[in-house]
């Protein structure tokens, strides 16, 4: 079975860092995608950043400039480091991987690929205060 770990969200004051990470177990294709979603209360599910297994990015304009996302092909784990955090940064973030033929749209410029795609971490808490 496919899982994903994350680790690291917790309570940050406005203008500070948190870094977050995503260890995938399980999937053993190449070419795919990782990202991360957030959802806070009331709202739908968004998309934050996304990267594929050769490090082409596409981020959300509300977090370009503040937030960078990597990957580790090797240990097929996922960061997310998130800078200069405003309050409208609360909300649950979730690791997501998906087939490469599911991100390309997104990595290409377009909307960020449906959550009902792929699979999805548990969540992790981030709260900006």
């Known amino acids: 079975d496919v899982q994903l770990v994350e680790s690291g969200g917790g309570s940050v004051q406005a203008g500070g860092s948190l870094a977050l990470s995503c260890a995938a177990t399980g999937y053993h294709y190449n070419n795919y995608c990782m990202g991360w979603f957030r959802q806070a209360p009331g709202k739908e599910r968004e998309g934050v950043a996304g990267?594929?297994?050769?490090?082409?990015?596409r981020y959300a304009d509300s977090v370009k400039g503040r937030f960078t996302i990597s990957i580790d092909d090797a240990k097929n784990t996922v960061y997310l480091q998130m800078n200069r955090v405003t309050p409208e940064d609360t909300a649950m973030y979730y690791c997501a991987l998906v087939s490469r033929g599911i991100c390309i749209g997104t990595l290409e410029g377009g909307p960020f690929w449906s959550p009902e795609f792929g699979y999805w971490g548990q969540g992790t808490q981030v709260t900006v205060s």
């Open positions: 990267i594929d297994s050769d490090g082409m990015t």
